[in-house]
């Protein structure tokens, strides 16, 4: 994902990732998700709010693999 980010200039921020999950094929074309998208905007609001918690837990807990 960093990859396709840095080829068509993606900056995931939450509204980058929020367009991804709704339609993985519209934002990065070719990828291989295997999901047709989330449709419902709650789900999707969800699943970033999971990840950025994973993410600060992940940096709060040093030494630890990621």
């Not at 609001?45 to 999971?50: A, C, G, M, Q, V």
């Not at 990840?51 to 992940?58: D, Q, T």
Request: aromatic share 4%.
């Amino acid at each position: 994902m960093i990859e396709a980010g840095l080829r068509r200039h993606v900056v995931w921020t939450r509204k980058t990732l929020d367009a991804f999950l709704a339609d993985p094929q519209r934002l990065v074309p070719g990828t291989t998700m295997v999901t047709p998208g989330l449709s419902r905007a709650a789900e999707r609001r969800d699943l970033i709010d999971y990840l950025e918690g994973a993410s600060r837990a992940a940096r709060a807990a040093p030494g630890k693999v990621r």
